[in-house]
């Protein structure tokens, strides 16, 4: 089945670093991504990696993908007041039309 | 390249009447996908289409939803007879090929009163 998964809120305190945790269902996808959302905008691609890849850094942003528990994350180093956002993951399948399934999303508040 | 443009991007539509919702895909993008958020949920995949056709609509309402995507002018979703529970964001996304990454718009946010 398609099912992505992730907690729903996730709080920090400014300059601390933040993780973001995903777990997907579908093992034949190929690329997976995350995605933030500032309320009322629509989602700005942050970065994604490619399912034969462990590990993917850019700037403040790393993302770990452990396939055998096809467990996705996103870690934010010196999380910023300007991070505080819904993030989403998302799957892109391999078969078919290619769609993505998004999870549920995680609600990142950055306290000051 | 101006992007993914979607309009209105705020829809206020009463019981009853109709919605429709225009999406311009990127220049030299064929794909088109939809998406429903509705509040406080993910996005769910709605329908994808390539110029003039309807390649995949599994996760479209069978009663008064409908799209298209013309071979000139932009993809527009059209929901008939607009209930509450449509209310959500509608967000459409495109791409050169269907399995390349795709670009979002800022989405059409739809209220029903």
């Known amino acids: 089945g398609e099912d992505v998964e992730q907690s729903l809120f996730l709080s920090v305190r400014e300059g601390d670093s933040s993780v973001i945790n995903c777990t997907y269902t579908?093992?034949?996808?190929?690329?997976l991504y995350w995605y933030k959302q500032e309320p009322g905008a629509g989602l700005q691609l942050l970065t994604y990696?490619?399912?034969?890849?462990d590990m993917k850094q850019d700037q403040r942003l790393t993302v770990l993908l452990n396939k055998k528990d096809k467990h996705l994350s996103l870690r934010i180093a010196d999380t910023q007041t300007g991070d505080s956002a819904i993030y989403f993951c998302?799957?892109?399948?391999?078969?078919?039309?290619?769609?993505?399934?998004f999870g549920t999303g995680t609600r990142l508040k950055v306290l000051a | 390249n101006a992007g993914v443009m979607q309009n209105p991007r705020h829809l206020v539509r009463r019981r009853g009447q109709e919605a429709r919702l225009r999406c311009s895909p990127m220049?030299?993008?064929?794909?088109v996908y939809w998406y429903r958020q509705l509040p406080e949920e993910g996005l769910k995949f709605m329908v994808y289409?390539?110029?003039?056709?309807?390649?995949?609509e599994s996760g479209m309402p069978k009663e008064r939803f409908s799209a298209e995507f013309p071979k000139e002018g932009p993809s527009i979703l059209r929901i008939q007879q607009v209930v509450r529970g449509d209310s959500a964001a509608y967000f459409c996304?495109?791409?050169?090929?269907?399995?390349?990454?795709?670009?979002f718009g800022s989405g059409t946010r739809l209220t029903v009163v």
């Open positions: 996304a495109s791409s050169i090929e269907k399995y390349y990454g795709y670009t």
């Open positions: 579908d093992s034949s996808s190929t690329y």
């Open positions: 990696i490619f399912s034969n890849m």
């Open positions: 220049k030299g993008h064929s794909h």
């Open positions: 998302a799957e892109s399948l391999t078969s078919g039309t290619y769609k993505y399934i």
């Open positions: 289409l390539q110029k003039e056709n309807i390649i995949d």
